[in-house]
């Protein structure tokens, strides 16, 4: 237990991190608990008295409180306790020695600079939180602890859903909404710190980044994925009843080129293919087949994080054609015809002289015994 002086009226009493209130001769006056992030002084006898302080984290991301301009008490970790932070309803729940037995609760705004360093605002003055993003359950989870006594860090679980940030179009970054939208400090929103991928293993979303302090972070989100005809990705977050994450549904619309498939599936993010396309790449398998002189190219993938398996027609008709000593590809993608020139992705072991798909006018009566890992 750990004791501060704060004033109140005209004398100065003594607050513990038990709760309790006592006058200068140690006698138990009341007890104390924080409302609207004012110190409200709950008389034994009787009423109230409400104080204004203020609070803020400083840069050891330690908890102050200050009044009158003066910080008169920093809640630190220590030998007489071990403060912890958690949230209920993204309110700021504290903890000031860590003994379960005693807790107040500020309410703040928030925010995530560029660094994914937390940023709280109580009552317009705001504070940055060194710590890191990281969790395997979708969950917007911020951990951090006492820069001069590090143990286990503390746990900020926000309650919300995810969404795309609609300005993104060749990139996927991620905006947490808070359950209360109102919480979300104007200008520093609650955006992810770096481009949001796809991790092949799992077919889902996943951000890597790296935190200055403290090195590389992941934040995996779990549910379910498919990828629809039109080549739209569409990820299906998984709420998180416990913690209040909502179900959040993130849709990406990819252009598809045979010329960065292999055996993977790398899609570039927009319906248009930029230099500044962020490239997704999906785990699965591709498979080519061929009947009735009809080939059709398809991709198999893991649809849930849970398992389950669904594939897409990536191009149905395809066919190489030889033009002016160049061999293009012909193919039906989603209703149109589309025509690419892979002279490029070829070496001399991927014709033969009997076998294949044969090269439409090709002076060389070549044909095609593979082509980007796959063979026919």
Known sequence: MRQFPLMVGNGILTLDTNGSVHDSAANKLGD?????????????????????????????????????????????????????????????????????????????????????????????????????????????????????????????????????VATATTAIHLHFVLEDPALEIAGTTMTLPAEVRVDPLRNHLALVYESKSSGTHRLQFMGSFEIRPDFTLSFRIDDVKDSGLRKSRIEVETSFAFDVVRGNLQLFVGRERTAQSQVLEVGGALSAKLKNGQLDWSFAYRKATSGGQSSVTVATALSFVSKNQSILIKYTQNGLQRQLDVTAKFTNDNFTAAGGLSIVNDPQRRSVKAFVGVSF
């Open 32 to 164: 104390w608990t924080t409302e609207g992030n004012r110190i409200k002084i709950r008389n034994a006898g009787g009423g109230s008295d409400l104080v204004d302080v203020e609070w803020s984290f400083n840069d050891r991301n330690q908890l102050m409180l200050v009044q009158g301009g003066q910080t008169v008490f920093t809640i630190m970790s220590g030998t007489d306790g071990l403060p912890g932070f958690h949230l209920d309803k993204n309110r700021l729940v504290v903890d000031p020695d860590g003994d379960r037995d005693f807790t107040f609760t500020l309410d703040c705004l928030w925010g995530l600079n560029g660094d994914g360093n937390l940023v709280l605002s109580v009552d317009g003055k705001e504070s940055v939180i060194d710590g890191f993003i990281e969790d395997t359950k979708s969950r917007l989870r911020f951990q951090f602890d006492d820069k001069d006594t590090s143990t286990f860090p503390n746990s900020l679980v926000f309650a919300g859903q995810w969404e795309r």
